[in-house]
């Protein structure tokens, strides 16, 4: 009799047992259930939101590239363009040329032919589109400058004109600031600083911390204005110093983040230098070829104007002297047929 209900008992503890196990079993699997469920509505979660940043981003490029496609069209031309406050990455690589603006998420905007000068990342809610024509002598290129009001650029009164011109010269609707070179320069907490000085107008006063650029010009003896040439020097270790020609191009190495940027971005200008230089000097062969006889002083002058633009076809940001020199001889040459001499022009 003791030996059933010593056998009972046991029986009656092990279903015990067994519907706890099933119980604990049971707990575990919705666990694991929700678990895996979670994590499902989370990666749905978040491929939407990337999937929806993805299509912002290229909302933005496409309305970026439309802009800056515009804005080309048209010379010192300067808009405001409305935009949702996220970062613009523009890349210019020295070695390669090659150059794009970049709003992450793998989206990014090839600009192989486009002639802009930026600081490295733009944010905000709204981008400043500046616009110049660089002519050496004729039309070689628009040049685009980008900016935004979370940058500063403070001009340094220099002993001549040429910071009063500069300042003149930017366009007003960026953030700029025209000082003397002991005043001091306020935190206002911009994303960017750039300090522009000339010879002999060195900052000594204050300024931010973080954040700071600063660019050295130097307009060559005997020029009375910035648009002519010279050289400019960045604030970056062992970078030597760089030329600008016409004040298109200075104002490219005031808009750049750095040497690399400014010199990736010309090197382009000068691709396309090459080939209109090229194709200027072909067609004033050919004008001066069907010249008749009794037009020989201009067939002279294209003679000389045709072989100043065989040389210039060559020539680098290096050579800046050369190319402003060349450039004013040729445009003399077109003034000349205007006066005149009944010749067509060369440009």
Not at 241 to 248: H, L, T
Not at 286 to 296: G, H, Q, R, S
Request: glycine residues 4%; aromatic residues 12%.
């Amino acid at each position: 009799m003791k030996a059933l209900e010593e056998t009972y008992r046991f029986l009656v503890l092990a279903k015990v047992k067994k519907g706890q196990i099933e119980i604990q079993f049971n707990w575990i699997f919705i666990f694991i259930v929700g678990v895996i469920i979670l994590i499902f509505f989370l990666f749905v979660i978040r491929s939407q939101t990337k999937s929806a940043d993805i299509e912002l981003a290229g909302d933005i490029i496409k309305n970026l590239d439309t802009v800056v496609k515009s804005a080309q069209t048209t010379v010192d031309a300067e808009k405001i363009i409305a935009m949702p406050n996220v970062k613009i990455s523009f890349i210019c690589e020295p070695d390669t040329n090659i150059s794009f603006y970049d709003l992450g998420n793998g989206v990014k905007k090839d600009t192989p032919y486009d002639i802009i000068f930026s600081q490295e990342k733009l944010s905000g809610y709204e981008l400043i589109s500046w616009t110049q024509s660089w002519d050496v002598p004729f039309r070689i290129a628009t040049f685009q400058y980008l900016t935004t009001k979370r940058a500063q650029f403070i001009i340094v009164n220099d002993t001549g004109t040429f910071a009063e011109e500069l300042n003149k010269s930017l366009p007003k609707g960026m953030n700029k600031l025209f000082i003397n070179p002991n005043d001091n320069i306020v935190d206002n907490n911009y994303d960017y600083y750039k300090i522009i000085e000339f010879d002999g107008s060195k900052h000594t006063g204050d300024k931010p911390t973080k954040n700071v650029h600063k660019i050295i010009i130097h307009i060559n003896s005997g020029q009375s204005t910035i648009d002519s040439y010279g050289t400019v020097k960045f604030d970056e270790p062992d970078v030597p110093i760089i030329n600008f020609v016409k004040k298109a191009s200075l104002f490219g190495a005031i808009f750049s983040e750095d040497a690399d940027f400014y010199n990736c971005t010309m090197n382009k200008a000068f691709d396309r230098f090459e080939i209109l230089m090229k194709l200027q000097h072909n067609r004033t062969g050919e004008i001066k070829d069907k010249l008749p006889a009794e037009m020989a002083s201009c067939r002279n002058i294209f003679i000389v104007s045709g072989s100043d633009m065989d040389s210039l076809s060559s020539k680098k940001l290096v050579d800046a002297a050369n190319i402003f020199e060349g450039s004013k001889k040729i445009m003399r040459a077109n003034e000349n047929l205007i006066r005149g001499k009944n010749c067509p022009l060369i440009y």
